[in-house]
């Protein structure tokens, strides 16, 4: 169903609270890859105080970023950034080629990282390369199967038959791609 509305062109940045920005700063740029773009150092009356605070942006390859808050105040921080219980189903998943994926699991590897802070799954439609940052939050580093336009299309046009055939209470998995 189509409303006739343009899409957004893009995700401009996603947001997340740091605990420490320097921890922060190392990971995303030297391990990851991405480069810290824009440090703004901010005052701003937000929620009925003043509120001061540091926002970081690392670079992706579309000009998106992924962003980090960390604020002053431990109150501050405490209140904007509780810790949420830890789910695999709660992460961010960034799209790379296989020499991009390759790359990551080197330098996480080189750095010791090992399961469970970094794991692999194959997925069939594709290969994710996952990883827990200094947040606690979950990365997940995704790289498409070769066929993976037809896969989409596929997809795209069962989509709401398979909302439906779910929320129906038919749960036979779909994936025929393992």
């Known amino acids: 169903m189509s409303t006739g509305a343009k899409l957004p062109s893009r995700l401009h940045h996603t947001a997340y609270v740091a605990k420490d920005l320097e921890a922060t700063r190392r990971f995303y740029e030297e391990l990851i890859g991405l480069p810290l773009v824009a440090t703004w150092c901010e005052v ?12 970081l942006f690392f670079g992706l390859g579309d000009g998106s970023a992924l ?18 219980p830890a789910s695999p189903f709660r992460h961010i998943a960034l799209n790379v080629d296989a020499e991009t994926q390759q790359g990551i699991e080197r330098r996480l590897a080189a ?18 390369v996952y990883v827990t940052d200094p947040n606690d939050m979950i990365l997940e580093f995704t790289l498409d199967n070769p066929e993976a336009l037809e896969v989409s299309e596929q997809r795209r046009s069962q989509a709401h038959a398979e909302l439906k ?7 036979t998995s779909n994936n025929t791609y393992r």
């Open 165 to 171: 055939r779910w929320l129906a209470g038919d749960h």
């Open 67 to 84: 962003a980090f808050f960390n604020f002053a105040k431990p109150q501050d921080q405490q209140l904007f950034g509780p810790e949420l």
């Open 44 to 55: 701003d009356e937000l929620f009925g105080a003043q509120r001061v605070y540091c926002h």
């Open 111 to 128: 750095a010791g990282y090992k399961e469970p802070q970094t794991y692999v799954l194959e997925h069939g439609y594709c290969r994710s």
